[in-house]
């Protein structure tokens, strides 16, 4: 086995053993491996080790592996911070957006899906999107305040062509509370909201929390260090 299927088979294995302990059953939790600043090459490698689903940060650096890797059924999923002049790159590019976290972003990337239906692109699939949450008001995060996340919500979820599938997160480090009052805020969009029948995702937990996120309600962990090894090359936006 390469390593990075080793890599893979322990996190599997750790979400395996979570799920079991507190009765969720496996297959309610998604991992996406978050690949920001790995090679092509290594997302090659952790696609032959059997993982589809992989998370990107910065845009212009996912967009040139994307361009390398047109031969995989690799599901992107983007994960960093939205300028809004990139919204259609975003649209055009990514099965899913977890961090929206204005009602503009999110009507751009409609927007953009309309106008490729009307060219002709038929049985454009949607985009999912998550709504991102500063769960822990820190000013050094992107996200919406937990109280705007209804109104958003209410907006968001009638746009055409847009998914609304949750929430996702990123407490502050060590306070594991937050994971129970992100699923709480989840669990109540969906009460007062009727909302739309695809809202089943909550994107939270990382290497270093995934197990506590799942025994708190994650349905889908991003994971970079523990499937790729530490990040030895200086993250810098390319973007
Ligand atoms: C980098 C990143 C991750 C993965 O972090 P690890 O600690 O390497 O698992 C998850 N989510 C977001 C939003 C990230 O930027």
Not at 57 to 66: D, G, P, T, V
Not at 192 to 209: E, F, N
């Amino acid at each position: 086995m390469t390593d990075f299927a080793a890599n893979r088979q322990q996190v599997l294995s750790q979400i395996e053993n979570i799920c079991q302990k507190c009765k969720i059953s496996d297959n309610k939790v998604t991992l996406l491996a978050v690949s920001k600043t790995q090679s092509a090459a290594v997302i090659r490698s952790m696609y032959a080790a059997g993982q589809r689903f992989f998370a990107e940060n910065y845009l212009q650096e996912a967009l040139s592996k994307q361009a390398d890797l047109t031969d995989l059924a690799i599901e992107w999923h983007f994960i960093g911070q939205i300028q809004r002049n990139k919204t259609r790159d975003l649209a055009s590019n990514f099965a899913w957006v977890h961090c929206v976290d204005r009602l503009m972003i999110a009507q751009r990337l409609s927007q953009h899906l309309a106008e490729q239906v009307e060219k002709g692109a038929d049985d454009q699939p949607r985009l999912n999107i998550c709504i991102q949450v500063n769960i822990d008001r820190e000013d050094s995060k992107a996200g919406c305040l937990p109280e705007a996340l209804a109104e958003l919500v209410e907006h968001i979820s009638v746009l055409p062509h847009l998914s609304l599938r949750g929430i996702m997160v990123i407490p502050e480090l060590k306070h594991q509370d937050a994971f129970l009052r992100a699923q709480v805020l989840f669990e109540s969009v969906r009460v007062q909201h009727r909302t739309p029948h695809d809202w089943d995702t909550l994107s939270m937990g990382m290497s270093a929390d995934f197990a506590d996120a799942i025994a708190a309600g994650s349905t889908m962990v991003r994971v970079g260090t523990a499937l790729f090894g530490a990040r030895t090359n200086l993250e810098k936006r390319i973007d």
